[in-house]
């Protein structure tokens, strides 16, 4: 059964794949492929969201499927079911899971006893779907309707900037080994990247930089990437976490240190006036909403692969 926990769970030629037929159903969308036809995926959210459950319901809808989703307080994991007893259950009546949720470990956890494929839709360790949509958006725009997506990405540069210890730097980390990209990362002393993402990195063959100087990393860079500095259940710590990452506000001094045709991403919600300056948010090469479409495509695309994988 294959599932797409982690950035690396598919291969590089996998990715390009999967990237190739995401710019086909954009390009396409309205001729919907029916790869889910006549199934059920349960969607298992832990933590509130706006892009990601109404890309993974329209997605599932426009593949033929039917999302169910499914607060997890409103099920009986919410209530001391084992997350094993769980995935036992939900496999005699689903054909997939995506979920949305803090730990780590209990999408594995879900993946080993279900039989089902399982698709992280964010955690606190990592979010795929995200990366993988921000690269395929920094792609289409370098590559062109027809050309290399995954080659266009190849030898370039991305900045991250504030909260690098957290998932979507972990994952902007494990992607760049993916893409073949480099990453460099900017923030606080004791928020460094952990060792555990570290050692994925190096197992895919990737290596990153760290600085606690923000225009030592965006020097060069083809991509300035941050997110927010208080994520969900870390609210207690959010005017700590102001005073710390303040330094790393991605205003237009700073963005101007990268390369001249450089992209800023944030994956949303935004906070103007904090991570980020409203001068970047409505800056020309800001393409926050671009990134926002394309986990439509993106994620039928990768629910596309798993699911032709089972047949």
């Known amino acids: 059964m294959r599932h797409f926990l982690k950035e690396t769970d598919f291969s590089r030629a996998e990715a390009a794949q999967i990237f190739a037929l995401a710019r086909r159903l954009k390009q396409e969308r309205g001729k919907h492929e029916r790869t889910l036809a006549g199934q059920t995926w349960a969607m298992i959210f832990a933590k509130s969201s706006t892009r990601t459950r109404v890309s993974f319901e329209v997605g599932i809808h426009e593949l033929g499927g039917n999302p169910l989703f499914l607060n997890k307080n409103d099920i009986q994991i919410g209530r001391g079911e084992t997350i094993a007893d769980t995935a036992r259950v939900l496999s005699r009546f689903v054909h997939g899971l995506v979920v949305r949720t803090h730990a780590q470990a209990e999408l594995e956890e879900l993946a080993a006893h279900g039989g089902l494929a399982v698709v992280n839709a964010l955690t606190d360790f990592l979010h795929p779907c995200q990366v993988y949509a921000d690269a ?47 990453v460099a990362l900017a923030g606080p002393a004791g928020h460094e990247p952990s060792k555990e993402i570290a050692a994925l990195a190096a197992q895919a063959g990737g290596t990153f930089e760290f600085s606690t100087d923000p225009r030592e990393a965006v020097a060069g860079a083809d991509i300035v990437y941050t997110d927010v500095w208080t994520s969900m259940g870390q609210e207690d710590e959010a005017a700590a976490r102001r005073a710390r990452m303040l330094p790393y506000q991605v205003d237009l001094k700073l963005f101007g240190c990268a390369q001249p045709e450089a992209l800023f991403m944030h994956c949303l919600p935004a906070h103007a006036g904090e991570e980020v300056a ?34």
């Open 278 to 311: 409203q001068a970047v948010l409505d800056h020309p090469r800001c393409v926050i909403f671009d990134q926002a479409e394309n986990r439509l495509h993106v994620q039928k695309a990768i629910l596309t692969a798993l699911a032709r994988s089972r047949l």
């Open 136 to 182: 395929f958006t920094a792609a289409e725009r370098w590559a062109g309707p027809q050309g290399d997506l995954m080659g266009s990405l190849r030898g370039r540069k991305v900045a991250f900037l504030g909260d690098t210890s957290f998932n979507m730097a972990n994952s902007w980390i494990l992607g760049a080994a993916l893409f073949g990209m480099k």
